[in-house]
């Protein structure tokens, strides 16, 4: 067995049921031995989707998303994908073939640095100069990428590594570099508050039960980024929703006035935090991100498993301020978010993959999530393009339905992935939200530049002609009666719907 066969071996060991990728020369030793193995491979259309794709697998399942390509035109397209990752802390292996190791530093046929590329969009990027290397870099990602899920991990295979025969396998020695050392301090801070918060973000949806628990028994309020949407179900009292720039006025309230704020598996970043209050208790497995005063660097497993609530009574102060949005143009003939809204309420229970842009902002701000991994978008990063290819992700990873909310802009960017849809008779439903313009991008001009609109305005394809040269059906819908009317059937996928709306600015943030 050469090291390519032991590398899908050891993917198979692990669990590894899917990946996603495009084939090419420098990475064929490990397609040949894809080829006869259990593990499912997803031919994406561009590399791009593909790493996307692996992105929403993780997003959507917890698993371990991995996409795979050959050498630097392959392995240069999953950049921007790997970026989207890295910002929102996803955890996902990239292989990534490359030529003999002879051709490393040198201007060689599709030579370029890989590995030094991607090290600035990845928790790890490694280069195995020979097989037994590779085993011992491949098995420490996938440990690290089950335990300590801090985003991307990339390893960069020569053509020459994955063909030698003449390697060890020595397994894995690891060692735990986790500091609880405030634990005490944040105990302390604990004990002595009465209005305590906890703030939820990705790196506590694995803990979603014990937290609920927890915010219930305690009578604790709970505030979530977008990616901790749905660790405590929205439609319980205790959820005051999203924190930070698109913060409710509640979740705005209880942060301004708690003396302990908890930050559970978040970043902390701008659009979190406002501000970071000297009162943070702030959890992480990734130490980079640690802020404030009390950083736990650790697990929020073993955090809640050793320290102590106590019950508190504040949440009846922080319920008397006004929990909505007032959001204006839900019924209005046919603006995006009087779309969106129904859309939502066809599909509650449904992941939805979103993109970027207008729609985006709506769609976060209008669905209710009932549980975590229902809302797949890039939060950091936000590339046009991310919500086709997500949806292929969430589908295989879950086998579920999954609906993309979509402008015409972003659609097209990677609008090629029908084909992947069509291939394997997913059953992924794409609302189009048909402009014919940038929105963002114009609203941005108008208030923010004081310019006409330069730039923005798309001369789109028909895209129901598009879908079925795809061999998918569509709709098409110019008003809100007849899009009720589409969503009353029993809709299921592969569809197309496209949804004429007009132009329509988004709210800025509180």
């Not at 590339?383 to 097209?412: K, W």
């Not at 940038?438 to 006409?452: H, P, V």
């Amino acid at each position: 067995m050469n090291v390519a066969g032991k590398i899908v071996e050891i993917l198979e060991d692990e669990g590894i049921l899917d990946v996603f990728g495009i084939p090419g020369e420098q990475i064929m030793p490990l397609y040949k031995a894809l080829s006869t193995s259990e593990i499912n491979h997803v031919l994406t259309r561009h590399e791009q989707a593909a790493a996307h794709a692996a992105d929403a697998y993780s997003r959507s399942s917890g698993k371990i998303g991995v996409c795979i390509s050959t050498a630097s035109p392959g392995a240069l397209n999953f950049t921007m994908a790997v970026a989207t990752a890295y910002k929102d802390n996803v955890p996902m292996l990239i292989l990534t073939g490359d030529n003999e190791l002879k051709c490393r530093g040198t201007d060689h046929f599709q030579t370029t640095p890989q590995k030094e590329i991607l090290e600035h969009i990845t928790q790890a990027s490694y280069n195995p100069l020979n097989g037994t290397e590779a085993m011992y870099m491949l098995r420490a990602s996938i440990y690290e990428l089950k335990n300590f899920p801090k985003g991307p991990i990339h390893i960069n295979l020569a053509k020459d590594i994955l063909l030698q025969e003449d390697f060890e396998d020595f397994g894995l020695c690891y060692l735990c570099e986790d500091d609880l050392s405030n634990l005490t301090k944040a105990q302390e801070l604990i004990d002595k508050s009465e209005k305590p918060l906890l703030i939820l973000g990705a790196g506590a949806i694995t803990q979603a039960e014990n937290i609920e628990r927890i915010a219930n028994e305690y009578q604790i309020p709970v505030t979530t980024t977008f990616h901790g949407k749905g660790i405590v179900p929205e439609n319980n009292p205790l959820n005051l929703g999203l924190c930070g720039i698109r913060g409710t006025m509640q979740a705005k309230y209880a942060f301004e006035n708690s003396d302990c704020v908890i930050g559970l598996g978040i970043k902390a970043s701008e659009r979190t935090l406002l501000s970071i209050p000297e009162n943070f208790i702030h959890v992480n497995i990734n130490k980079e991100v640690l802020a404030g005063d009390y950083p736990i660097h650790g697990k929020v497993e073993d955090f809640l498993a050793q320290i102590q609530f106590k019950q508190t009574r504040w949440i009846d102060e922080i319920l008397e301020i006004d929990a909505s949005y007032n959001l204006t143009g839900l019924d209005d003939d046919l603006k995006p978010q009087a779309a969106i809204k129904r859309i939502l309420e066809k599909f509650p229970n449904n992941i939805i993959a979103s993109d970027a842009g207008s729609h985006t902002t709506w769609t976060t701000l209008l669905k209710e999530s009932l549980k975590p991994r229902q809302l797949l978008f890039s939060g950091a990063m936000a590339p046009m393009g991310y919500g086709l290819p997500a949806a292929i992700g969430a589908s295989f990873a879950t086998g579920e339905r999954v609906i993309v909310i979509n402008g015409d802009g972003d659609f097209q960017m990677n609008l090629q992935e029908l084909a992947t849809i069509r291939e394997n008779d997913l059953d992924i439903i794409v609302f189009i939200l048909n402009n014919s313009e940038f929105g963002i991008i114009r609203q941005w001009e108008e208030d923010f530049y004081d310019m006409n609109p330069y730039q923005i305005k798309l001369n789109n394809p028909d895209f129901a002609k598009l879908a079925s040269s795809y061999g998918i059906d569509s709709i098409r819908v110019d008003n809100l009666d007849d899009l009720e009317l589409v969503l009353e059937k029993d809709l299921t996928g592969p569809l197309v719907v496209e949804v004429v709306v007009e132009s329509e600015n988004i709210p800025l943030p509180q």
